[in-house]
């Protein structure tokens, strides 16, 4: 190991650990961190790292995209990808051909050739994955409607490139720049192939890494757990994401395409949550090294010598690109907060920009006059995309919150105040709703559903149509006022955007939310909710209560055994949610809380005296000597 690459790693390390927690505290985000810190270690600024260096190293930390692109695949199970087609291929497609579109006009305008301002067109449409992603998920926004948007475009764009490339030899021969650099169509053998043939062994690829994830993956992946060693599980981890990169590389794909595929074959998995714990730590230190190479290849000098020229240009470029964001955005169904989130998380330049903008020079298809510049403003448009995301979060977004600008969805008007809040007026609503009703408790009553909201209406119920995830509404419903808000919406993604704005703006409230499973329990428990129900648990419960019964289990003794199996289970809940991602550990855990409950029951139900003087009875005995004769 040399004295060189160790030099470097503290300068890398170092800086990030100066300058990430400084903008975290300032309420900038991790990523603006990262891009000042390799922007002040570059050979712009200190010059503690040269540009040769910050070049192999954006190229190493790309890999932390790669990385990124599994774990987002592990999140996807294929019937949600499947039911994001469209606005995969809607929403993504037209943003790549509008935004191409939009800017080569412009090209047009300032006298580039047409071949130009379509290459830089094109370009400048890809959005950085990476910027994109990591700021929605540290705000929790990923399962919102705008993360799933800004998802469905970065990925159509992920795909997108491989045309994209493609096509810039066909530029190059109708350039008035060819011959100015090296022409390569491509060093991989597929470039001597016709396009039917290499459409043939692109879709080939793509069906093995799919057709390896479901039959060989899974049963390697069952033999190194055997095994016991959690060093060997992390290297099984990071070898199916290096071999599907190799494999995405050779016949000319996206990587990030690739292992996105692997990560939603393995969705459904049993190592789902294992492959995630090993694989986050290495995305996290390889993107906070990829924004730190993209800092440091800012060119201080060369656009301190052309200032009005770079920066006329990044302002138009991302002006194009939030219109075309907002307008598509719009017609997709997104309104005020949500197109909001969307442009400003998408509005930079990508970083798939660098690897275009080479392979576009070195076709010719691009003068270095044109290149240089457009590199610089690539750069510069990621280090700004912090800064835009900070803005609308902090000015647009309470500024739509509070009624100041577009409706984002047209609501009922609510004029009333209640001391509950119903968040979702189906059958699990309905029923906490009409019983607090019957006590005098007034709630007022959000749902989306417009045919249940008209129905329920027309019954004389009082319920609103609205949207309760949105801070606006929660407002106007009386969260300033309301002492509960029950959550019984049945979209979970949706549940949980309630629960964040909930604590976050009316911390007053108790939560009681609803979720359908032990997983969404663990995710409510993890974001806070105190009281969390699982809708069928408790008719199960019942069930198992009567069941009991009927066998001839005096009703009294069955009634405490569910009272104590509730207790423990709730407890156990609780407990697991904290281990869940050790998987070794919860499943150890589960097998040890099972045998103890069984343990208290047998007791329970062995020792006749426990049950003597137990307050419970036998309620169904009692209606039978209720009903006797008096004779009798």
């Known amino acids: 190991m040399s004295a060189d690459f160790l030099q470097q790693s503290v300068v890398y390390l170092g800086a990030a650990l100066v300058l990430v927690p400084l903008a975290a505290r300032l309420g900038l985000g991790s990523v603006l961190g990262y891009l000042l810190a390799g922007l002040l270690i570059g050979p712009s600024v200190l010059g503690w790292v040269g540009s040769e260096e910050s070049g192999e190293m954006l190229h190493f ?22 039911r994001l087609r469209t606005p995969i291929v809607g929403l993504g497609g037209l943003q790549v051909v509008v935004t191409a579109g939009a800017v080569a006009l412009a090209g047009l305008a300032i006298g580039f050739a047409w071949t130009t301002a379509l290459a830089v067109g094109l370009i400048v449409a890809m959005s ?15 399962k919102t409607d705008a993360g799933q948007k800004a998802f469905a475009v970065l990925l159509f764009q992920d795909v997108a490139v491989i045309p994209i490339l493609a096509l810039m030899p066909l530029l190059a021969t109708a350039s008035p720049h060819h011959g100015d650099g090296a022409h390569h169509g491509g060093a991989s053998w597929l470039a001597e192939l016709a396009p039917l043939p290499y459409a043939g062994v692109v879709l080939g690829a793509i069906l093995a890494v799919i057709a390896l994830g479901r039959i060989a993956v899974r049963p390697a992946l069952r033999v190194v757990a055997a095994a016991g060693m959690r060093e060997l599980f992390t290297a099984a981890a990071l070898l199916i994401v290096v071999g599907v990169t190799l494999l995405m590389t050779l016949v000319g794909l996206s990587p990030a395409l690739g292992t996105f595929l692997a990560g939603v074959v393995l969705a459904n998995s049993e190592f789902r949550h294992e492959l995630e714990s090993d694989i986050e730590p290495f995305k996290g230190l390889l993107l906070g090294l990829f924004f730190m190479a993209v800092g440091a290849s800012i060119d201080v000098a060369y656009v301190r010598s052309a200032p009005g020229t770079i920066a006329g240009a990044l302002l138009a470029i991302v002006a194009i690109k939030l219109a075309v964001l907002v307008g598509l955005g719009r017609v997709f169904g997104g309104k005020g907060v949500t197109l909001v989130h969307l442009a400003t998380g998408l509005g930079q330049i990508g970083e798939f920009a660098f690897v275009l903008v080479a392979f576009a020079a070195s076709n010719g298809v691009l003068s270095a006059a044109v ?13 700004l995309a912090p800064l835009l995301i900070v803005g609308g979060d902090r000015v647009l977004v309470p500024w739509l919150s509070r009624g100041g600008g577009p409706s984002t969805r047209e609501h009922d008007a609510m004029d009333e105040r209640g001391t509950v809040i119903i968040a979702g007026y189906g059958r699990f609503g309905q029923v906490a709703g009409r019983f607090l009703r019957a006590h005098g408790v007034h709630a007022v009553v959000l749902d989306v559903d417009i045919e249940q909201v008209e129905l329920l209406q027309r019954f004389g119920q009082h319920v609103y149509y609205g949207d309760a995830s949105r801070l606006d509404l929660l407002h106007a419903a009386g969260g300033h006022h309301a002492r509960l808000l029950i959550v019984a919406v049945d979209d979970h993604a949706k549940a949980l955007d309630i629960v964040h704005n909930a604590r976050a703006h009316f911390p007053q409230l108790q939560i009681l939310a609803r979720a359908r499973g032990r997983t ?50 709730e407890a156990t809940v609780r407990e697991m949610v904290k281990i869940r991602d050790d998987r070794q550990l919860l499943v150890r855990t589960a097998r040890e809380r099972l045998q103890e409950l069984e343990n208290i029951l047998r007791i329970d139900m062995d020792d006749i005296e426990a049950f003597r003087g137990d307050p419970g009875w036998d309620d169904s005995e009692m209606r039978k000597v209720a009903q006797r004769p008096a004779a009798e």
């Open 371 to 383: 290149a240089q510049p457009l590199v610089a403003i690539t750069a510069l448009s990621m280090a």
């Open 520 to 569: 969404e329990a663990y995710e409510l428990l993890e974001a806070g909710v105190e009281y969390v129900y699982r809708e069928t648990f408790d008719t199960a419960l019942r069930v198992g209560e009567e069941a009991l019964r009927m066998l001839g289990v005096p009703g009294h003794r069955a009634h405490r055994a569910a009272r104590t199996f509730r207790h423990h289970d």
């Open 128 to 142: 950085s994955t990476a910027i994109g992603l990591q700021s929605l998920g540290e705000r929790g926004l990923l």
């Open 61 to 82: 930390a790309e890999f932390g995209v790669v990385l990124m692109l599994f774990l987002v695949g592990l999140e996807l199970e294929p019937a949600t990808l499947w």
